[in-house]
């Protein structure tokens, strides 16, 4: 069974590592693991934060193509 998105902006330090690309469904920018720099640690839990609006509804995805953006404004349709 399939994580649903929204889900895997929680707990996500292990998901993210291995994303191609990342991006905010808050502030739909989108970068790459490495700008993250803050996370929400509450050990054995880390959330990233979003390093354009610091938000904690950070995604990754496994390849870099359009389909990104439409993803992430769904998200956001759907989670505002």
């Given at each position: 069974?399939?994580?649903p998105?929204n889900?895997?902006a929680?707990?996500?330090?292990?998901i993210?590592n291995?994303?191609?690309?990342?991006?905010c469904?808050?502030?739909?920018?989108?970068f790459q693991?490495?700008?993250?720099?803050?996370?929400?640690d509450?050990e054995?839990?880390k959330?990233?934060?979003?390093?354009?609006?610091?938000?904690?509804?950070?995604?990754?995805?496994?390849?870099?193509?359009?389909?990104?953006?439409?993803?992430?404004k769904?998200?956001?349709?759907?989670?505002?």
């Amino acid at each position: 069974m399939a994580i649903p998105l929204n889900k895997m902006a929680w707990n996500n330090a292990y998901i993210l590592n291995d994303s191609v690309e990342c991006g905010c469904f808050d502030c739909l920018e989108k970068f790459q693991f490495l700008d993250i720099v803050d996370w929400i640690d509450d050990e054995p839990i880390k959330t990233a934060e979003c390093p354009k609006c610091s938000s904690d509804c950070v995604v990754g995805f496994k390849s870099k193509n359009e389909k990104n953006d439409l993803i992430l404004k769904a998200l956001k349709h759907r989670y505002e």
